[in-house]
């Protein structure tokens, strides 16, 4: 997948891969609002295309998705 084939505000589902991502998703759910998205080097910490995910269950959580290989959330 690649970043334009995402919108702002498109709700995505996710699913946790290692402990991290399997007990974010347990804690804040599994549907996330699209909040950026930004391009490899947009910012020097981002080094690949990347989404910043809202969660809908307390609209105050924020996460990245790395969309090249994410080690804690693929998408669903």
Known sequence: ?????FSINQ????????????????EHGDTWRIKNKFKKGYFPWIETDSLLLES???RVTSNWLCLSEDKHFKLI
Request: hydrophobic share 40%; net charge positive; charged share 40%.
């Open 56 to 58: 809908l269950k307390d």
């Open 11 to 26: 709700q995505i589902k996710v699913k946790g891969k290692s402990i991290k991502g399997i007990n974010r998703i347990m």
């Open 1 to 5: 997948m690649d970043l334009e084939s």
